[in-house]
């Protein structure tokens, strides 16, 4: 069974037991989060797909901790004109640890 949920912007493939990375959400460690934008179930009894979301469907989760993504560097750069710039970013995110999928 697995379910596609919608969580900061994105969309994220998600099945019980998985371990997964999102947008930072305000939770403290080691609480329990439900994901309600779901936008997909499959399990053995077929694929439900909602239209946006499946009604009554949900994710519950454990946060498990936060952290900060990769450095990205931006750099710009104008020839001839002794113009440079150098910015750097760290893309905050929350690790969740995937509980069980719920539907009805």
């Known amino acids: 069974m697995y379910a596609v949920v919608r969580s ?3 969309q ?3 099945s019980p037991g ?3 990375n999102v947008e930072k959400l305000a939770v403290e460690t080691g609480a329990t989060v439900e994901l309600t934008d779901v936008l997909l179930v499959s399990s053995e009894a077929g ?3 909602g239209t946006p979301v499946v ?4 994710v519950i ?4 901790g936060e952290g900060k993504a990769k450095k990205i560097v931006i750099y710009r750069y104008k020839r001839r004109k002794g113009f ?4 750097g970013h760290r893309q905050p ?3 969740l640890s995937i509980q069980e999928i719920r539907v009805g």
């Open 8 to 10: 900061g912007g994105k």
């Open 55 to 58: 009604p009554n469907a949900r």
């Open 93 to 95: 995110f929350t690790t």
């Open 61 to 64: 989760c454990q946060a498990l």
């Open 18 to 20: 998985d371990i997964v």
């Open 12 to 14: 994220v493939r998600v």
């Open 84 to 87: 440079s710039k150098k910015q």
């Open 47 to 49: 694929t439900t797909v």
